[in-house]
T-cell receptor, first 112, second 114 residues
Framework: DAGITQSPRHKVTETGTPVTLRCHQT?????MYWYRQDPGHGLRLIHY???????DKGEVSDGYSVSRSKTEDFLLTLESATSSQTSVYFC???????????FGPGTRLTVL | QQQVKQSPQSLIVQKGGISIINCAYE??????FPWYQQFPGKGPALLIA?????SEKKEGRFTISFNKSAKQFSLHIMDSQPGDSATYFC?????????????FGKGTKLTVNP
C-alpha cells in the first residue's frame, strides 16, 4: 500500500461522539486525500491537503474536518459522529506530477 | 458536471472472454482518466490511465479506448481470468491550482467464472 498506514483499521462508536482517523505516509508525498466509500456511490472526496497546514474541501465535506501539521500525517475528524457517516474511509497520497494516487488499506467506521 | 457515469454496475464473464466497462463524463476540464482496480478488503490501485489526446492505450490484457468527442471512455479486459474478479472504478482528474482531484464512477463489480 505504497507506504501508507491508516489507524484504526476498524472502529465502532456511538452517535454524537468525536472520532479521529489517522493517515500516515512514509513517501514524503505532498498531496494527501480522504475519501469515503459507500455501496452504490463509489469513492467520494471528503477533504484534501496540498501541503502542511494547506487543506481544502471535497464534495462531501460537511460534518468532517481535517488537519495536517506534518508532511507525513493527515487527520480526519468527525466532530460529532452520525449514523450517515458509517462508511469505509480511505486515505490516498500523490506527488502530483506523477498523476497517480496511492490508496491506504482503509478504515471501517461504524456509528451506532 | 462533476459526475462520471459508469456502467454496468456488475458484470459476469466466462474465463477467456472480454470484459467491457464504460464511462461517460460531462466536464471537458477533466484532463486525465485513470482506472482503478479494487479487491475486497483492499484500497483501490491504479490499473491503467489515459490522457485525452490519446484514443487508445494498451497494457497487457487491459486496454482503454477514449472518445473525446463523445466524452466517453471504456476499459476492455481481454482473455479475462478469475484473478481479474474485482471492482473496477473509472475516474476523471480535475487539475486546479496545482492540485488534482479525482472524480470516481460508482464502480463495476466484475466476476470471471472459471
Amino acid at each position: 500500500d505504497a507506504g501508507i498506514t491508516q489507524s484504526p483499521r476498524h472502529k465502532v462508536t456511538e452517535t454524537g461522539t468525536p472520532v479521529t482517523l489517522r493517515c500516515h505516509q512514509t513517501e514524503n508525498h505532498r498531496y494527501m486525500y480522504w475519501y469515503r466509500q459507500d455501496p452504490g456511490h463509489g469513492l467520494r472526496l471528503i477533504h484534501y491537503s496540498y501541503g502542511v497546514k494547506d487543506t481544502d474541501k471535497g464534495e462531501v465535506s460537511d460534518g468532517y474536518s481535517v488537519s495536517r501539521s506534518k508532511t507525513e500525517d493527515f487527520l480526519l475528524t468527525l466532530e460529532s459522529a452520525t449514523s450517515s457517516q458509517t462508511s469505509v474511509y480511505f486515505c490516498a497520497i500523490s506527488e502530483g506530477v506523477v498523476r497517480t494516487q496511492y490508496f491506504g488499506p482503509g478504515t471501517r467506521l461504524t456509528v451506532l | 458536471q462533476q459526475q462520471v457515469k459508469q456502467s454496468p454496475q456488475s458484470l459476469i464473464v466466462q474465463k477467456g472472454g472480454i470484459s467491457i466497462i464504460n464511462c461517460a463524463y460531462e466536464n471537458t476540464a477533466f484532463d486525465y482518466f485513470p482506472w482503478y482496480q479494487q479487491f475486497p478488503g483492499k484500497g483501490p490501485a491504479l490499473l491503467i490511465a489515459i490522457r485525452p489526446d490519446v484514443s487508445e492505450k494498451k497494457e497487457g490484457r487491459f486496454t482503454i479506448s477514449f472518445n473525446k468527442s463523445a466524452k466517453q471512455f471504456s476499459l476492455h479486459i481481454m482473455d479475462s481470468q478469475p484473478g481479474d474478479s474485482a471492482t473496477y472504478f473509472c475516474a476523471a482528474t480535475l487539475t486546479q491550482g496545482g492540485s488534482e482531484k479525482l472524480v470516481f464512477g460508482k464502480g463495476t463489480k466484475l466476476t470471471v467464472n472459471p
